[in-house]
């Protein structure tokens, strides 16, 4: 039976780029253990040489034409933006 | 009676004879809201002015032959991306996305058809959760009894429908989110074959198991909602390019002769199926029998590793698709963030809610290094088996029958608190998502003590929607629980 430790439950929310108060790393750690517990019921089962489903239907790379066509307008694109400056989307600064 | 006790096909005859206008049932729908809102909250954001203009030039351009959905007034869940009409999937991340620059394909098709959109409903953010109460927003209340829940995902799209609010709505399910809140509502909800309606516009949680699908009164309603919808769409690579039958002409068919089977594992107790669940579902199966059906006993055997292998692929799924809410686009964004990580971080955690934070947490985990195989992929395993049990039924049989959840609605804040419990509710529709199948609920009863809705759920093979609208016109022709209203607001 595998236990969620606390640094993993930090490890997870920084992969997940998640921001985790103390408290909620508390939380987390009992819960995420808890539905993890559950989930190896599956263990139960010997699972050998069965094929994983990853999509129900049988599809297979589904292609369209590589052509332009007309989408949003920069103007569009930016009109959600919480922050942008000369047509661009602004973040913080990423290097030195 | 109001127009709401009106099929849509009632509707249009009663538009070409002039006895109402589109305005007029546009008005009725905002007066209806007017009157109940404050009980309910089925509505998230309501589009009243564009409704009014829209109904007026339906009203002055009406051709001499409408389809089933001109002028009639619809809600949609709040995970369907409206163009110019705020779109907010319940959660506080999207509060100030105002206005989205296109249409879901579905709303494409409705728009075609000449629908008027009311508003857009209420739900669990990001569609995780089975009460409404993990919106951002606030919960919605279940119209036959305000002090229990109205079921989740889709929580508003069935209480507005219930309430007599909107003639239909569309939902989403992707584990049962159609068809427990019609379920709790005591409406007809359907979940598609996946892969029949466009998810293009749809704001993904789990990409391989979410469909949209219609919530109704009546099972002839669904069926023309569907027809709306369904159908081959190049903007969404998981489309199926099948064709569309016509879905209204299979409703009068009778079930003489239709073999339905009745799982086991649906009526046992062991899934906490309550008795008196169970009494109602036997009782609609002797309505079957007495129209001509047949009904045996199988087994789905793997049902009960549905749930946990459910919450590890549908987690999985959503933490890579939530991962496109980085703050910088489009939605919340933190202030005082130190570089690019911060930002994504305290964006992320100061818009989402907890029960979204679990599941990307926990999907995350099931995808990382080391823990892939044990989890994710032996979950994807146990999605095999439990599609092959259904595969094996549907050899023998027509439908699967049994109850959409094991007991009826329960209060507001019950369950909230116990994600595992709640999670173990969804045991009798999960799997018809995993193996990607089509269900419906539609009501079948009502509770002896607070008289509330108990929904049966009749299943089908792949694109077999004819079948199920079929068993249950049938059942829904010779029975009378959904004549009944909620006592809400005054007018029944």
């Known amino acids: 039976m595998t236990d969620i430790s606390k640094d993993q439950v930090r490890h997870v929310a920084h992969l997940a780029r998640l921001a985790v108060s103390?408290?909620?790393?508390?939380?987390?750690?009992?819960?995420?253990?808890?539905?993890?517990?559950?989930?190896?019921?599956?263990?139960?089962?010997?699972?050998?040489?069965?094929?994983?489903?990853?999509?129900?239907?049988?599809?297979?790379?589904?292609?369209?034409?590589?052509?332009?066509?007309?989408?949003?307008?920069?103007?569009?694109a930016l009109k959600?933006?919480?922050?942008?400056?000369d047509g661009q989307f602004k973040v913080p600064t990423i290097l030195e | 009676m109001t127009v709401f006790d009106y099929t849509l096909e009632q509707l249009q005859a009663k538009l070409h004879s002039k006895e109402v206008t589109v305005t007029d049932l546009v008005q009725a729908s905002f007066d209806r809201i007017d009157e109940v809102e404050d009980e309910v909250k089925s509505f998230l954001t309501l589009n009243k002015e564009q409704?009014?203009?829209?109904?007026?030039?339906?009203?002055?351009?009406?051709?001499?032959?409408?389809?089933?959905?001109?002028?009639?007034?619809?809600?949609?869940?709040?995970?369907?991306?409206?163009?110019?009409?705020?779109?907010?999937?319940?959660?506080?991340?999207?509060?100030?996305?105002?206005?989205?620059?296109?249409?879901a394909t579905v709303m494409e098709k409705l728009n075609k058809e000449q629908a008027v959109v009311i508003g857009k409903l209420n739900m669990d953010e990001f569609a995780m959760g089975s009460t409404t109460e993990n919106s951002g927003y606030y919960d919605t209340r279940n119209p036959w009894n305000t002090d229990y829940v109205p079921g989740g995902s889709s929580g508003g799209s069935a209480a507005s429908v219930a309430a007599g609010e909107v003639f239909y709505s569309l939902g989403s399910d992707t584990g049962g989110s159609i068809r427990q809140p019609a379920s709790f509502c005591g409406?007809?909800?359907?979940?598609?074959?996946?892969?029949?309606?466009?998810?293009?516009?749809?704001?993904?949680?789990?990409?391989?198991?979410?469909?949209?699908?219609?919530?109704?009164?009546?099972?002839?309603?669904?069926?023309?909602?569907?027809?709306?919808?369904?159908?081959?769409?190049?903007?969404?690579?998981?489309?199926?390019?099948?064709?569309?039958?016509?879905?209204?002409?299979?409703?009068?068919?009778?079930?003489?002769?239709?073999?339905?089977?009745?799982?086991?594992?649906?009526?046992?107790?062991?899934?906490?199926?309550?008795?008196?669940?169970?009494?109602?579902?036997?009782?609609a199966l002797e309505v079957f029998k007495s129209l001509g059906a047949t009904v045996d006993e199988v087994s789905l055997p793997h049902s009960k590793y549905a749930v946990a292998a459910y919450y590890l692929l549908a987690?999985?799924?959503?933490?890579?698709?939530?991962?496109?809410?980085?703050?910088?686009?489009?939605?919340?964004?933190?202030?005082?963030?130190?570089?690019?990580?911060?930002?994504?971080?305290?964006?992320?955690?100061?818009?989402?809610?907890?029960?979204?934070?679990r599941r990307?947490?926990?999907?995350?985990?099931?995808?990382?290094?080391?823990y892939y195989d044990a989890y994710y992929k032996?979950?994807?395993?146990?999605?095999?088996?439990?599609?092959?049990?259904?595969?094996?039924?549907?050899?023998?049989?027509?439908?699967?029958?049994?109850?959409?959840?094991?007991?009826?609605?329960?209060?507001?804040?019950?369950?909230?608190?116990?994600?595992?419990?709640?999670?173990?509710?969804?045991?009798?529709?999960?799997?018809?998502?995993?193996?990607?199948?089509?269900?419906?609920?539609?009501p079948c009863g009502f509770s002896k003590d607070n008289h509330l809705p108990i929904g049966l759920q009749i299943i089908a093979k792949h694109f077999d929607e004819k079948t199920i609208y079929r068993a249950a016109y049938a059942y829904e022709q010779a029975t009378e629980h959904h004549k009944e209203r909620p006592n809400l607001g005054g007018a029944k």
Request: proline share 5%; with cysteine; hydrophobic share 35%.
């Open chain 2, 187 to 283: 409406v007809v909800g359907l979940k598609p074959t996946y892969g029949l309606v466009s998810r293009f516009g749809l704001v993904a949680f789990a990409s391989s198991l979410d469909q949209i699908g219609p919530l109704t009164r009546t099972v002839e309603d669904n069926a023309y909602v569907l027809q709306a919808i369904a159908g081959h769409d190049n903007m969404d690579s998981t489309s199926a390019n099948v064709d569309v039958p016509n879905y209204h002409d299979a409703l009068k068919d009778g079930v003489k002769g239709l073999k339905i089977a009745v799982p086991k594992e649906y009526l046992s107790s062991q899934e906490g199926i309550q008795p008196e669940v169970r009494e109602k579902v036997e009782a």
């Open chain 1, 80 to 85: 959600n933006a919480p922050d942008q400056k």
């Open chain 2, 378 to 442: 032996k979950a994807q395993q146990v999605r095999t088996l439990i599609k092959q049990d259904f595969d094996k039924v549907f050899e023998d049989y027509d439908v699967i029958i049994g109850p959409t959840s094991p007991t009826p609605a329960y209060k507001i804040g019950e369950k909230i608190d116990d994600p595992l419990t709640m999670y173990a509710d969804d045991v009798l529709t999960i799997p018809v998502n995993l193996a990607g199948v089509p269900g419906m609920s539609l």
């Open chain 2, 360 to 370: 990307i947490m926990l999907g995350t985990f099931a995808l990382s290094s080391g």
């Open chain 1, 22 to 76: 103390e408290e909620e790393v508390d939380r987390m750690t009992k819960q995420l253990g808890d539905i993890i517990h559950y989930a190896e019921l599956l263990n139960e089962l010997d699972t050998t040489g069965v094929e994983p489903t990853t999509h129900v239907l049988d599809l297979k790379n589904v292609m369209r034409k590589d052509e332009p066509r007309k989408w949003i307008t920069r103007e569009d």
């Open chain 2, 51 to 103: 409704a009014l203009e829209k109904a007026k030039q339906l009203d002055e351009n009406m051709p001499e032959k409408t389809n089933p959905l001109y002028g009639i007034p619809a809600g949609i869940k709040d995970n369907i991306v409206t163009k110019g009409l705020r779109t907010t999937c319940a959660s506080q991340f999207l509060s100030n996305f105002d206005d989205p620059l296109y249409d």
């Open chain 2, 315 to 357: 987690s999985s799924e959503a933490s890579a698709n939530l991962a496109r809410f980085d703050g910088i686009r489009y939605g919340q964004r933190a202030e005082n963030a130190e570089n690019l990580i911060d930002l994504f971080k305290k964006s992320r955690s100061e818009g989402f809610g907890d029960e979204v934070k």
